[in-house]
Antibody, heavy 129, light 107 residues
Framework: QVQLVQSGAEVKKPGASVKVSCKTSGYIFTGYGISWVRQAPGQGLEWMGWISPYNDYTNSAQNFQGRVTMTSDTSTSTAYMELRSLKSDDTAVYYC??????????????????????WGQGTLVTVSS | DIQMTQSPSSLSASVGDRVTLTCRASQSISSYLNWYQQKPGKAPKLLVSAASSLQGGVPSRFSGSGSGTDFTLTISSLQPEDFATYYCQQSYSTPLTFGPGTKVDIK
C-alpha cells in the first residue's frame, strides 16, 4: 500500500533551519507530486507548496517563497522540505502528502488532481529560544 | 488567492443524526473541491475528491455535492467514529487553500 513516513520531531532556535524528510513506498515515486502542508497548534491547514519528483519542478505559496526549499531523491523515493530563518510562529506539525494526478510539459508541471492522499504522519517542529 | 469558508464552525450532534456541512469558495472553482476528516493528533484523511467522488474505503453514509462556489458534505447517519473536524480544500488553482474547518462533536 502507499505509505509516506516522515522524520521525527525537531526543536530549533529562532533563525535556524529545519529539514523534514518524507520517505514514500508502494507506488512509482516520479508519477505523483508531493505537497507540504502545515498545521500550527490548534489551527487549520496551510499549504506550503509542491514538488514533482519527475523533474524537480516546484511551486510554493507566496508566504514561504524565499524561505522554503523542496527537493526529492528518486534513488530513495524520498522528498524533503527545508524551511529557513525559523520564527516562533513556524511552530507547527508539518505534513507531506501525495498529490493526485499531475503532468509536466516543457519543464512546467500542472496539477490535474490537486487532492492530498495519503498523508504522512506529520513532523512536529518547535521553534523556541 | 481563492478564499474558502465553512459553516458552521462547529456543531453538536447525536449518533444517528443527518449532518450537512457547507463550504463556499470566493470564486467559481467548478468541481475542484475536496473534503478531509481529521481526528485529534492524526493526519487528515481524504474523504471526497472532485466534489462528489467518494474515496475507496470511505463509508457510503458520506456524500459530497455542489459545483461553482457552493458545496456540501453530508453524513446521512452520524456514527461515533465520525466525530472529528472536517476541512474543505480547493484544487482549482494554486495556492491550494483550505477552509477553516467544521468541528463535529457529541451532543
Amino acid at each position: 500500500q502507499v505509505q509516506l513516513v516522515q522524520s521525527g520531531a525537531e526543536v530549533k532556535k529562532p533563525g535556524a533551519s529545519v529539514k523534514v524528510s518524507c520517505k514514500t513506498s508502494g507506488y512509482i515515486f516520479t508519477g505523483y507530486g508531493i505537497s507540504w502542508v502545515r498545521q500550527a497548534p490548534g489551527q487549520g491547514l496551510e499549504w506550503m507548496g509542491w514538488i514533482s519528483p519527475y523533474n524537480d519542478y516546484t511551486n510554493s505559496a507566496q508566504n514561504f517563497q524565499g524561505r522554503v526549499t523542496m527537493t526529492s531523491d528518486t534513488s530513495t523515493s524520498t522528498a524533503y522540505m527545508e524551511l529557513r530563518s525559523l520564527k516562533s510562529d513556524d511552530t507547527a506539525v508539518y505534513y507531506c502528502a501525495r498529490l493526485g494526478d499531475s503532468f509536466c510539459s516543457d519543464d512546467i508541471c500542472y496539477l490535474r488532481g490537486g487532492w492530498f492522499d495519503p498523508w504522512g504522519q506529520g513532523t512536529l517542529v518547535t521553534v523556541s529560544s | 488567492d481563492i478564499q474558502m469558508t465553512q459553516s458552521p464552525s462547529s456543531l453538536s450532534a447525536s449518533v444517528g443524526d443527518r449532518v450537512t456541512l457547507t463550504c463556499r469558495a470566493s470564486q467559481s472553482i467548478s468541481s475542484y473541491l475536496n473534503w478531509y476528516q481529521q481526528k485529534p493528533g492524526k493526519a487528515p484523511k481524504l474523504l471526497v475528491s472532485a466534489a462528489s467522488s467518494l474515496q475507496g474505503g470511505v463509508p457510503s453514509r458520506f456524500s459530497g455535492s455542489g459545483s461553482g462556489t457552493d458545496f456540501t458534505l453530508t453524513i446521512s447517519s452520524l456514527q461515533p467514529e465520525d466525530f472529528a473536524t472536517y476541512y474543505c480544500q480547493q484544487s482549482y488553482s494554486t495556492p491550494l487553500t483550505f477552509g477553516p474547518g467544521t468541528k463535529v462533536d457529541i451532543k
